[in-house]
């Protein structure tokens, strides 16, 4: 079973821009994987904010976006906002077989 | 309104069974893929079953669960089930069901305490 590799923190300020990446111990990560990010803020429920790569949506801000970067698998926060402070986990599909990552902490400060 | 709502979470003891229960509202199960996610205490989220819809269908496993939980459909209900035997201390956790097109929707999520 693969294993996903996420930063465990990443710290960005108010307004600035931070990568997380989901590296894969299968090889390279694809859109043929169904890679999706989820957010999860301390107390709540987890609520997905992009799906099959690169797929938004109504509820995701414009500042989020995924994509497929140097085999990994990559959500690109531009311009922080303290609201987006949460846990971040990336999910991939290995043939029916899904797989979490182990979640990256985000800091906005 | 779009919302899924879990229930049966509960106490229950090692080598003993549950039963949890993901009701839909807003939308039909029957033509959705649906999963159950798990989260332990303090931990990160960790996926359990699927049912899948396209494809073919089927229903998929984590091998930490495989063998004891069994996840299943009632289309007249517009739920979906998950049927825990055999359970350990290590399955206690926040279940949350999952579903609709891109994961859209989450529950809040049931309780399963495994414990002596």
């Known amino acids: 079973q693969a294993v996903l590799t996420q930063e465990p923190s990443l710290t960005v300020s108010p307004g600035g821009t931070v990568t997380l990446t989901c590296g894969s111990s299968?090889?390279?990560?694809?859109?043929?994987?169904?890679p999706y990010w989820i957010q999860q803020k301390p107390g709540q429920a987890p609520r997905t904010l992009i799906y099959?790569?690169?797929n938004k949506h109504s509820w995701t801000p414009a500042r989020f976006s995924g994509s497929l970067l140097g085999g990994k698998f990559a959500l690109t926060l531009s311009g922080a906002q303290p609201e987006d402070e949460a846990e971040y986990y990336c999910?991939?599909?290995?043939?029916?077989?899904?797989?979490f990552g182990g979640g990256t902490k985000v800091t906005v400060l | 309104e779009v919302q899924l709502l879990e229930s049966g979470g509960t106490l229950a003891q090692p080598g003993g069974s549950l039963r949890l229960s993901c009701a839909a509202s807003?939308?039909?199960?029957?033509?959705?893929?649906m999963s159950w996610v798990r989260q332990a205490p303090g931990k990160g989220l960790e996926w359990v079953s699927d049912?899948?819809?396209?494809?073919?269908?089927?229903?998929y496993y984590a091998d930490s669960v495989k063998g004891r939980f069994i996840m299943s459909r009632d289309n007249s209900k517009n739920t979906v089930f998950l049927q825990m035997k055999s359970l350990r201390t290590e399955d206690t956790a926040v279940y949350y069901c999952?579903?609709?097109?891109?994961?859209?929707?989450w529950g809040p999520g049931t309780l399963v305490t495994v414990s002596s």
């Open positions: 999952t579903g609709h097109g891109g994961l859209s929707e």
């Open positions: 807003g939308f039909t199960l029957s033509v959705n893929g």
């Open positions: 049912s899948v819809i396209g494809g073919g269908g089927g229903t």
């Open positions: 299968a090889g390279a990560v694809t859109s043929g994987h169904y």
């Open positions: 999910l991939l599909s290995y043939g029916g077989v899904r797989v």
């Open positions: 099959d790569t690169n």
